[in-house]
């Protein structure tokens, strides 16, 4: 919210402000936001009033002209280029070193087409006073040739940049603001006298307002004001708005943002006479609808949007945004004058839904005081009189089908003092709070009833928010230092040191790995994530309609940035990626938020050998990355468990450690390929980052390396098509034989010779022990052992 110190002040009268600095401490402490402080004064420096004594059109060039300028201290020479540039007119003279405000340029003394310009002569656009950018700014005769332009037009200024939260809607005004430094200088806000002088034509005879959504539109009313002349605003009403940063348009226009940005309340004003059977309708809008806002664009509305309508067609979004087709243009001659409450809900999501945030959506969003909205209305129709010669119809048409009932809070006097520290009393705690207009009610004992302000009944609900108004305006520097808020550094404090030392290991790891880390957002769109799973976390008031849901997986991030990859960079390159991060599910309604790990391997090999051809990640890879993950971390003996695929893979396996799954990977299915638009194989797994801490060996046990020598032996063997590498294997270890210490298959062969169920698996052996050197007989021993076992219990030859 920008407000102007010279626009305060009206509303203060006999403040005494010895010091910018000093206000802006004061500002600051009854909690105030100031993002930026502006000086008006230093923006117009090196500007100054000079007159035009002699205009000649310049050799070198017919469309410009050289210009005499007498600046009151000396006569200097401009080049010019506007049309109205002629001799006898006094003129806004920009010197050596001023900076425009319109564009920051600087202007220095140069030379245009062998002719000196010593400054240049500005228009009302380059000077941020109007569009108005015909010609250069032609002043009055009451200008005064050499005095500085900030002074001519009154912009010794200084404004301020305070940042507004949601819940103080009341500070989006200078009455707001006002009221505030009232308080801290014990000044009380004085608000503009009406001196209204109605017609005998009755307003009500001119226009029917009708409220159909009466929970979306709490109140409604309006005012005529008749044969009004379209002109520029006055001076003081433009230096109002320049002051702020809003460009004067019309006086009509100008009077609706002035009011605006004085008491808070948006205002619309409409061209009377193009209200179809003169009368409005508030209504939500058909799904679908177009309609063409003032900025001259076409919004698609749906069933949820607010409208203002007339007879037959829309004529403003509600609370946000007027049509171009009810505009007030240089023929209009009657007004209708919009005042209006909006549900602040409802403004918002239209707003969002929209894409179009104003000045007046951002005070409905926040609640706009109810019992101001008939002050406003009359206080733009008494300027409307006053500045456009208008006629103002006798009365109000007011809609206020349900009146808010006025809210009361109870404060108790001990718990005030107990909180606070402080030793105040019932008169100190009434004074303070009478300040920002908080009125007694009763009092009774310890306890005292207040009535909040409309203006305040979405901030101060509980005894609790009274409490922080009576802080702030007796001053946050009066609270005591009570407790002692010093850490003891010696205390043990549970940090969960454990799972932040691993996370940073598993991070470290991924990245010697040569796998890149991805941050993907925790907010995704539903009708994807849906896909995975019917547990999803919504989100209220989400920041887009595509992350209105909390993430169920790192999957679908990771996908995402797969696809991005892809697209950018050609599907001929290798990614290894992984994430941490936290994902959010539903259970028994009740949410539950966890830390999860990812990776994910596609595309070419990241490395090959010089004799090795170009080839693609596949499951062996896959299955390498996942064993190497278990050794670098000490995971014990686990298994993958095959389980039915879902929409996400055809086929998945669950990672089983003691037990208890701990995490799955999926081979990815064609379907999420195509929808993804990835056309390589991707092998994703996912991980519980607790369950899998949890399995991790803290105690890692180093054993002794055996002096004595392996001993290796191959083993080939004939078997059955429908036995598998895991039965063979379990076999060979149930032998209970402790010098055989590895097994690795290196081999699968099939042939008709071997015959039509049969297939060949050979196996490496490796024997060592720990006592001794093992001799051959014991070998052999060994091995027939293991080929008895596999005999009896699969049915396995030997293939000699």
Known sequence: MIVSLKWLKEYLLGIEINSVDGLIEDMISIGLDIESITNQKEIYNNFIIAEIIEVNIHPGAENLKLCKVNTGEEIINVVCGAPNVVPGVKVCLAVDGAVIPKDNSIVKKTTIKQEI??????????????????GILILGDEAKIGSPLAEHFELDDYVFDIGITPNRGDLFSHFGIAREIGALYNVKCKYPELKLKESNELTSDYIKITIQNENLCRRFTGRIVKNVKITQSPKWLKRRLLSVGLRPINNIVDITNFVMYESGQPLHAFDYDKITSKQIIVRTANQGDKFVTLDSKERVLNSESLMVCDGDKYSAIAGIMGGEFSEITPYTIDVFIESAYFDPVSVRKNSKRLGLQTDASQRFERGVDIENVAYASNRAANLMQDIAGGIVTKGMVD????????????????????????????????????????????????????????????????????????????????????????????????????KINFINSLREYFIGRGFNETITYTQQFSEKISRFTEDIVYIDNPNTVEMNVMRVNLLYGLMNVITENYKKSGKDISLKLFEIGKVFNKENSKIIEKNNFSFALTGFYDSKFFNETEGYYDYADAIGELEMLFSKFHIPSQKLEMIRGNFFSDVCF????????????????????????????????????????????????????????????????????????????????????????????????????????????????????????????????????????????LGITLRI
């Open 117 to 134: 310009s010593e400054g240049m002569l500005c228009s009302e656009d380059e000077l941020l006073l109007s569009d108005d950018n015909s």
């Open 399 to 498: 809609n206020y089908p349900v009146k808010f009932e006025k809210n009361k809070v109870s404060l108790r006097v001990s718990k005030t003092n107990r909180v606070l520290g402080s030793d105040l009393t019932v008169k100190n705690i009434i004074e303070l709070l009478g300040k920002i207009e908080f009125k007694k009610v009763s009092e009774k004992g310890d306890v005292i009833v207040f009535d909040v302000p409309e203006f305040r009944r979405n901030d101060v609900e509980r005894e609790i928010d009274l409490i922080e108004e009576i802080a702030r305006l007796n001053g946050y520097t009066k609270l005591t230092d009570k407790y002692d808020f010093k850490i003891n550094l010696s205390e043990h404090t549970d940090y969960d040191i454990k």
């Open 654 to 793: 669950d990672l089983i450690i003691s037990g208890n799954k701990i995490g799955r990977l999926y081979l990815i299915n064609e379907n999420v390929e195509n929808l993804f638009e990835i056309f390589n194989s991707v092998f994703l797994f996912e991980f519980d980052l607790e369950k899998f801490i949890n399995s991790t060996e803290e105690n890692i046990k180093f054993k002794e390396i055996s002096k004595y020598p392996v001993v290796k032996r191959d083993i080939a063997l004939i078997v059955d098509k429908n036995i598998t590498n895991k039965q063979i294997m379990n076999t060979l270890n149930n032998c209970n034989i402790n010098d055989l210490k590895k097994i690795f298959l290196f081999d699968v062969y099939e042939d008709e010779k071997l015959g039509q169920d049969k297939k060949s698996m050979a196996y490496s052996l490796e024997f060592l022990s720990d006592r001794k050197t093992l001799s051959d007989e014991e070998v052999n021993e060994y091995f027939d052992i293991l080929v008895e076992n596999l005999y009896k219990k």
